[in-house]
């Protein structure tokens, strides 16, 4: 697993939203066999639109995000760990022009396919793996974050949310729909990352108005009735 550390975390967050990156915060480019994968160069990448606007808006709500990839491209010889650096520069420089913050950013270089022995393994942090979700709530865990969402557009997403216990988000790229086969159950489905994160927040809303009525209601009293 790679962690690249982007900026500050905020000193308190009530929920953690992790992305994925390809085809939910960047759009899909052709790979070099035609099918619509990550982009392999700085000058390919391009926003989703809305993407900046939903990440932003989840700062703004007191979220806090982390991206968490897939990136082979290196274990399939398609990309140098140079070119895909500055693959993930232009990714987070395109956001932050936009006021929108990802302090965290994790990949995982392997595939079990990898020529290169070293690379070649079926490790716990390459999604449907929970390892990058979980060391996701690792480096969040001090900011009291009640809830955490995964959001992403493949089932081995929602597969790893499932494992590391979080609330999921399928965003229905039409792109990507190679990575889809309908055997998951996400908490919703959605049509961008902009929709998802506006069920994210009503969601979080409804959530704080119900603790915040539990609170006023003083110990022992919860359920009782009047005399």
């Not at 895909?84 to 929108?100: P, S």
């Not at 913050?101 to 449907?128: E, G, I, M, T």
Request: with cysteine.
């Amino acid at each position: 697993m790679i962690e690249l550390v982007t900026a500050t975390l905020p000193e308190r967050a009530a929920f953690l939203v992790v992305l994925d990156r390809d085809g939910v915060i960047n759009e899909h480019v052709p790979d070099p066999g035609g099918l619509p994968e990550g982009p392999l160069a700085p000058e390919q990448v391009r926003l989703c639109p809305g993407a900046a606007d939903a990440v932003r808006a989840i700062n703004e709500a007191g979220g806090v995000v982390v991206v968490a990839s897939n990136q082979p491209g290196v274990a399939m010889g398609q990309v140098d760990v140079r070119t895909l650096a500055r693959v993930h520069a232009a990714v987070n420089r395109q956001l932050v022009a936009h006021g929108a913050l990802v302090p965290r950013y994790l990949y995982c270089p392997d595939h079990p396919d990898a020529p290169p022995a070293y690379l070649r393994q079926r490790c716990y942090c390459r999604k449907p793996g929970p390892a990058m979700l979980r060391r996701a709530t690792q480096v969040t865990a001090r900011l009291g974050v009640r809830t955490r969402w995964m959001v992403g557009d493949s089932d081995t997403d929602i597969q790893a949310a499932d494992a590391a216990g979080f609330r999921s988000a399928l965003v229905l790229n039409p792109d990507s729909a190679h990575r889809r086969n309908g055997s998951v159950h996400p908490t919703t489905s959605v049509k961008s990352l902009a929709e998802a994160i506006d069920h994210i927040l009503r969601a979080e809303d409804t959530a704080g108005m119900s603790r915040g009525t539990e609170a006023t209601r003083g110990p022992g009293l919860i359920g009782s009735s009047s005399p």
